[in-house]
């Protein structure tokens, strides 16, 4: 099995540095439709078989359940802390891969996440493939199997989780996939967003219905 997982916190902490933009609640909204392209991405893409949401946040979990995502409680202890365990969970259950997805790649798309597989076969499938994001974070990290490097997510974790990779001697590479690169976390990211040509279409929609939203 071909496991994949979209961690997403408490919709009342996230994005903080929307709200000199967005009010709270369009906050949370825009959080629900990001996850909600991100499911149907994962959804849409071939070699996954099961796409789970790790949340400690029941709005969060009735979405993902209404998206026909298998909902993983989050236990605390923080992002990568969560991960881990979703992840023993998953393995547990038979994944042989783990995807991991942010939930606020909001213009994710399926070829794009068809190319971290394909990269993983030119490894022998086994190894971590990462999709970069701009920021030198990770947008999305392949492993498999699912535990054969650790969660490194966070500032500079695309480099973090390279290094780890070294460490232990695992195949590992790094793709710059476009759909990929841009999360959506800062003001300057709305217009952004809204331009993409294809992908995202419940956050492009929500966007677009706001009053002065980004050109």
């Given at each position: 099995m071909n496991a994949s997982l979209v961690p997403v916190g408490p919709l009342s902490a996230g994005k903080s540095?929307?709200?000199g933009q967005l009010p709270r609640d369009t906050i949370e909204s825009l959080a629900l439709a990001m996850l909600g392209?991100?499911?149907e991405a994962l959804h849409a893409t071939p070699e996954v078989d099961r796409v789970a949401v790790v949340t400690p946040d029941p709005r969060v979990a009735e979405a993902s359940r209404a998206a026909d995502a298998v909902v993983l409680e989050d236990h605390g202890g923080g992002l990568n802390a969560s991960l881990d365990a979703a992840g023993r969970e998953l393995l547990d259950q038979g994944a042989r891969s783990l995807l991991v997805v942010l939930g606020d790649v909001a213009g994710a798309r399926p070829a794009d996440l068809s190319a971290l597989y394909g990269a993983l076969a030119e490894l022998g499938g086994r190894g971590?493939?990462?999709a970069a994001a701009r920021d030198g974070g990770t947008a999305a990290l392949l492993r498999s199997p699912p535990d054969v490097i650790p969660n490194r997510f966070g500032p500079d974790s695309a480099r973090a989780h390279g290094d780890a990779a070294d460490a232990l001697g695992v195949g590992f590479r790094r793709l710059e996939?476009?759909?990929l690169r841009v999360d959506l976390d800062r003001a300057e990211d709305l217009g952004e967003i809204l331009g993409l040509a294809e992908g995202a279409a419940r956050t492009r929609a929500l966007?677009?219905?706001l009053d002065g939203s980004p050109a």
């Open positions: 540095r929307l709200e392209d991100v499911v971590a493939v990462l996939l476009p759909s966007l677009a219905g």
